[in-house]
């Protein structure tokens, strides 16, 4: 509680919790999984996208503020490392933030959240392109 009795909010409590998170990010892998566009952002992921909608809702819950236990189950792993071995384009970068922009708007977050959200993607897709770019140089 902050002196003035009220309690800092969080992205993650703005956002609704976990399951607004879940929610959200289970509309990301639908776009991802059943629209063209994103065809060559799907290619890169396994069959299965299961075990990756557990993963990233763990990591965007902690990651927004809310509990981490991700972050405590995958101690020194970073999203950029993480992604590393991916051929990350600019291409599939700009499909990857496109689907959360959409997942953000679809899932009815509010739209200063969303403008933050997306601006935070757009670094990390950018900087996984240029990561993927160097090693390929």
């Known amino acids: 509680m902050s002196e003035s009795g009220t309690?800092?909010?969080?992205?993650?409590?703005?956002l609704g919790g976990e399951s607004?998170?879940?929610r959200f990010v289970d509309r990301f892998y639908d776009l991802m999984e059943n629209e063209a566009e994103y065809a060559a952002l799907r290619a890169m992921h396994?069959?299965?996208?299961?075990?990756?909608?557990?993963?990233l809702t763990g990591f965007l819950t902690g990651w927004l503020g809310g509990p981490r236990h991700w972050f405590e189950e995958n101690v020194g792993v970073c999203v950029?490392?993480?992604?590393?071995?991916l051929p990350i384009s600019a291409e599939t970068s700009q499909q990857w933030t496109d689907a959360m922009a959409r997942a953000?708007?679809?899932?009815d977050v509010d739209a200063d959240l969303a403008t933050r959200m997306n601006d935070a993607f757009g670094k990390m897709a950018g900087g996984m392109a240029r990561m993927a770019a160097n090693r390929n140089n």
């Open 7 to 14: 309690s800092a909010t969080t992205p993650y409590d703005s």
């Open 20 to 22: 607004a998170v879940r």
């Open 46 to 55: 396994a069959p299965d996208l299961a075990p990756m909608r557990r993963s």
């Open 80 to 85: 950029m490392s993480a992604h590393a071995v």
């Open 104 to 107: 953000l708007a679809e899932s």
